[in-house]
């Protein structure tokens, strides 16, 4: 019989820095804050990675200091949570807006002193880093009113009513964009639907990154039709099957 392997665990400590400092210089209103926000970071470096935002539980509150360690079985979670700490390590240096935005929001939520981060499962090679405020990061500008075709996969709201909508390109890869309410209830209604959307993208130094969506149109089913016709080439060309696009038109006389 084989054995199971037991899941890969993840676990992090978030901690307020400080001679002295315990979990009872933490009020339970400054704690709420500081756990919401570490949670945002979690969701804004997963959104940044493109996986699934990892499930976190409190594991346990280090006695003698205000030091909280997190827990997660998801496979994800490890990567993300390094992807963290190395954000943190450089300042939001190369990270995403909403990375760096989090980076600061943590910050800001802790009160009673300082923030570290200590390393993903207590990774010897590695050192506690104090969270800092994100470096400027002057590269970054908003590109406005580009228009992009695909297909509407995924829409959710989060528990702040911020709302995301997914979008798979017609040539390929994908996208999430931030999205008001209203928009993600319209969305909601052309899932699985081709359609034109005016986003913005971030263009920063190194990369770029998914903006707002302003404005999405259901195509019409004409493009649908070849869309569908597109897809069907595209895998059966992956199976190693050749078309003849003439192929594909009728001829009367022959019938």
């Not at 190395?86 to 910050?107: E, H």
């Amino acid at each position: 019989m084989a054995r199971v392997r037991p899941p890969k665990t993840m676990s992090v400590t978030i901690a307020v820095a400080g001679d002295g400092i315990t979990p009872k210089d933490v009020s339970l209103r400054h704690l709420a804050e500081l756990l919401e926000a570490t949670a945002a970071a979690f969701e804004a470096v997963s959104a940044e990675k493109g996986v699934a935002v990892p499930v976190l539980s409190l594991a346990k509150v280090k006695t003698g200091s205000a030091a909280y360690q997190f827990y997660s079985e998801d496979a994800q979670a490890e990567g993300v949570a390094k992807s963290l700490y190395t954000a943190a390590r450089k300042r939001g240096r190369g990270s995403s807006p909403a990375v760096r935005r989090s980076i600061s929001r943590m910050l800001h939520a802790s009160k009673a002193g300082p923030l570290r981060i200590e390393p993903v499962n207590d990774n010897p090679k590695e050192k506690p880093v104090l969270i800092a405020e994100p470096l400027p990061d002057e590269g970054t500008e908003i590109d406005e009113g580009t228009v992009v075709y695909g297909r509407i996969v995924g829409v959710r709201i989060d528990t702040h009513d911020r709302g995301k909508v997914s979008l798979r390109y017609d040539d390929g890869g994908q996208g999430e964009f931030n999205s008001p309410p209203e928009l993600v209830g319209s969305c909601a209604t052309l899932l699985g639907r081709n359609v034109s959307a005016r986003v913005t993208f971030v263009r920063g130094n190194e990369r770029d990154w998914d903006g707002d969506l302003e404005e999405v149109v259901e195509r019409s089913n004409a493009t649908d039709l070849l869309t569908a016709l597109e897809d069907a080439r595209r895998e059966l060309t992956e199976k190693g099957i050749v078309i003849d696009a003439s192929q594909w038109i009728l001829d009367e006389d022959r019938e």
